[in-house]
T-cell receptor, first 111, second 114 residues
Framework: TQLLEQSPQFLSIQEGENLTVYCNSS?????LQWYRQEPGEGPVLLVT?????EVKKLKRLTFQFGDARKDSSLHITAAQPGDTGLYLC???????????FGTGTRLQVFP | ETGVTQTPRHLVMGMTNKKSLKCEQH?????MYWYKQSAKKPLELMFV???????ENNSVPSRFSPECPNSSHLFLHLHTLQPEDSALYLC?????????????FGPGTRLTVT
């Protein structure tokens, strides 16, 4: 069974702090996506990384795909209350093209 | 309407009721999905339709019955559900055949089975 483990599971920080969320697997993925889900809503796609070692930036968010395409990280600089939500990574498998979703990281940013 | 819409947003039903969840995508995609999201569990893929054909059924109990009449609409018919079926049901769509399958989700239907 392919699993994507995210850490930490929960994160509660003050506005202005930096944080990193990790997404790890023993499986290799053809691409990896990050989503953010706010309470009462569906997940919203933030970014897709495709190439091993790739780094993408979205304002204060920096996403990195591991060289071996088995892991990824999301770094948020100077977190704001609007960043609060559930962050999900999802890996696209090579053989079936399915998306395997991670266990999720729930982030709370206090003003 | 834009993106992926789902109705109803909230549903409370008894174990003997029959109800249906509706999903519509306005993105011109050719694949649609049903997911179940429960507390403390990763998103669970239930069904996949590609070009209106069901291509995946992830060992979902028969009390859940999907229907995809065309590439823009997806239904989930529910009957004789159990309390453990209470969850957020999410619909998603994607454009298959492009190599990278980015999925676009609707807001979900919060289902409570009493």
């Amino acid at each position: 069974t392919q699993l994507l483990e995210q850490s930490p599971q929960f994160l509660s920080i003050q506005e202005g702090e930096n944080l990193t969320v990790y997404c790890n697997s023993s499986s290799v993925f053809s691409s990896l996506q990050w989503y953010r889900q706010e309470p009462g809503e569906g997940p919203v796609l933030l970014v897709t990384v495709v190439t091993g070692g790739e780094v993408k930036k979205l304002k204060r968010l920096t996403f990195q795909f591991g060289d071996a395409r088995k892991d990824s990280s999301l770094h948020i600089t100077a977190a704001q209350p609007g960043d609060t939500g559930l962050y999900l990574c999802a890996g696209q498998t090579y053989n079936t093209d399915k998306l395997i979703f991670g266990t999720g990281t729930r982030l709370q940013v206090f003003p | 309407e834009t993106g992926v819409t789902q109705t109803p947003r909230h549903l409370v039903m008894g174990m003997t009721n029959k109800k249906s969840l509706k999903c519509e995508q306005h993105l011109g995609h050719n694949a649609m999905y049903w997911y179940k999201q429960s507390a403390k569990k990763p998103l669970e893929l239930m069904f996949v339709y590609s070009l209106e054909e069901r291509v995946e059924n992830n060992s979902v109990p028969s009390r859940f019955s999907p229907e995809c009449p065309n590439s823009s609409h997806l239904f989930l018919h529910l009957h004789t559900l159990q309390p453990e079926d209470s969850a957020l049901y999410l619909c998603a769509s994607s454009q298959d055949g492009t190599g990278v399958y980015e999925q676009y989700f609707g807001p979900g239907t919060r289902l409570t089975v009493t």
